[in-house]
């Protein structure tokens, strides 16, 4: 029987003692594979080695090298007794800087100096914590000295916690993923910023947004916001605060889907705005546009202009013409239904007229192929599928199918809200297709049975419907 015990500061008792362990979980593995069914018996002594290893590190035992991490501009230097071996094994950037040389002065920015300890650790243990602050200048530390699996799973954290609604400083991160190329990072950025765009665009960070994510986030229709006036005035403030070129100011204001506002907003926006003070000879063919398709039918001004263009397709708007909140408390009981209304179409023709909506959730809906069935051909009894074998359905329909609506389908979109730091965030957006009642993955993935769901808040089901009217392909302008 071996028996490890703690060597002395300064000694190799305990790194020779790690070797030793290593090497024999390695050969209780190996006779385990030789002897078949005989040797059943599996030794496991990773955690005793990851203790082992957490000491090492913590007391500098046999320390081979020392380094010296400065934080850029600064006196402060945070000194690391470490071992050749282990930092090698995960950088060959670090075993080639450390090879030959008994200790090494590293500069690092601030934010990464403060992180080094973490950096260090998971080199010798595998693992660490990662906090949100922490996420970006523990990524730069791992891409620098190429550390590809804590880089992968820094970015992985990233990208998760944006994917769930998270509250990860997105504009932040979206700037930094193109910095390093990271392109996954980066989508995952873009797709929660049009998904929050109302939040972030009265926070702090929506004075840090560049030209180019401006660019990137205007022309998108699936921009979740109150309505097309909240974008304008998003927009407006943002000007007001980067003060761009010219050339970048009026290609931002030509972005905005004028024909979404109303006329009596049109006008206000025309008398009191100052970027339309200073930019408005730049989209004024985009006002007349407007003011036009509110003063006709959609049939009528479809004779004479095109009404296909994105400036005439609605965005995810959450205002009551467009849609309605929708929450489910105890979602995982049974059915439930309600019904909303929202506006024919966008245009100010269309203002006073409704479409009525019914919709029905259903927390365990089976396919037919899932349903109860008792007696197969033969008489034998087959068992019946469980209600757990389900999935959430939720189905939109409209009350009646009268004539109100020729000219125009639906596009439905169901938003789904996750809770975070008490800001109520869309965790995901499910759209139909405009022929279809249902979005075939809605909640493919959520477990609404757990109270603690990802997809609940407060046991509750935070839904938001939006209905888009889109206007027929059909409806050609005459040649």
């Known amino acids: 029987m071996l028996r490890l015990g703690y060597a002395k500061p300064g000694s190799w008792g305990s790194f020779w003692a790690i070797l ?10 190996q006779k385990a594979d030789v002897g078949g069914e005989a040797a059943g018996t599996s030794i496991n002594h990773s955690q005793m080695l990851l203790q082992r290893l957490q000491e090492l590190l913590r007391q500098g035992n046999a320390s081979d090298v020392v380094l010296r991490v400065q934080a850029a501009g600064t006196d402060e230097v945070r000194v690391f007794h470490t071992h050749r071996l282990l930092l090698g094994l ?16 590293l500069q690092e ?3 990464c100096a403060a992180v080094f300890d973490k950096f260090i650790r998971y080199l010798y243990c595998g693992e660490l914590t990662v906090l949100l602050a922490q996420a970006i200048p523990l990524h730069r530390l791992a891409t620098k000295y190429g550390v590809a699996s804590l880089q992968r ?7 998760a916690l944006l994917a769930g609604g998270g509250a990860g400083p997105a504009v932040g991160w979206y700037h930094y993923a193109v910095s390093t190329g990271d392109e996954a990072l980066r989508e995952s950025c873009l797709q929660f910023l049009a998904w929050n765009l109302s939040a972030v665009a009265g926070s702090a960070e929506w004075g840090a947004v560049s030209p180019e994510l401006l ?20 927009l407006e403030a943002w000007l007001g605060r980067a003060r761009p070129p010219a050339a970048v100011a009026e290609r931002a204001l030509r972005a905005i889907r004028y024909p979404m506002i109303p006329p009596a907003q049109l006008f206000q926006l025309q008398a009191r705005s100052a970027a339309l003070a200073r930019h408005g000879e730049a989209v004024a063919d985009l006002l007349l546009q407007a003011y036009q398709f ?17 400036a005439f ?5 959450l205002a009551p013409a467009w849609g309605a909140p929708w929450v489910i408390n105890n979602p995982a009981r049974d059915d439930r239904s309600t019904s909303f209304q929202t506006q024919l179409g966008p245009s100010g023709h269309d203002s006073g007229r409704r479409v009525t909506w019914n919709v029905l959730f259903s927390p365990r809906w089976l396919p037919v192929s899932l349903r109860p069935v008792y007696a197969d051909a033969a008489g034998t009894a087959l068992p019946a599928a469980r209600p757990e074998d389900g999935r959430p359905r939720l189905v939109v329909t409209p009350a009646s199918s009268g004539g109100d609506a020729a000219g125009v389908s639906f596009q439905k979109t169901v938003l789904v809200g996750a809770r975070q730091h008490g800001r109520l965030l869309v965790r995901h957006a499910y759209s139909f297709h405009q022929s279809s009642e249902e979005a075939g993955d809605f909640l493919a993935h959520a477990d609404l049975q757990r109270r603690n769901s990802e997809y609940l808040v407060e046991n509750a089901l935070h839904l938001h419907l939006i209905v888009k009217p889109v206007y027929h392909t059909l409806i050609r302008t005459p040649k």
Do not use: I, W
């Open 153 to 159: 799973g820094v970015a992985d954290y990233m990208r």
């Open 294 to 310: 509110h003063a006709a039918s959609p049939l009528h001004y479809a004779k004479f202009f095109d009404l296909n263009g994105s």
């Open 313 to 317: 397709l609605p965005r995810n708007y």
């Open 215 to 234: 660019a990137q986030l205007l022309p998108r229709s699936d921009l979740v916001l109150q309505d097309e006036l909240e974008l304008f005035h998003a």
């Open 20 to 29: 030793t362990l290593v090497g024999l979980a390695t050969r209780a593995a």
């Open 90 to 105: 995960h950088s060959e950037l670090l075993r080639e800087l450390l090879s030959n040389q008994s200790e090494v002065v």
């Open 109 to 111: 920015p601030r934010d």
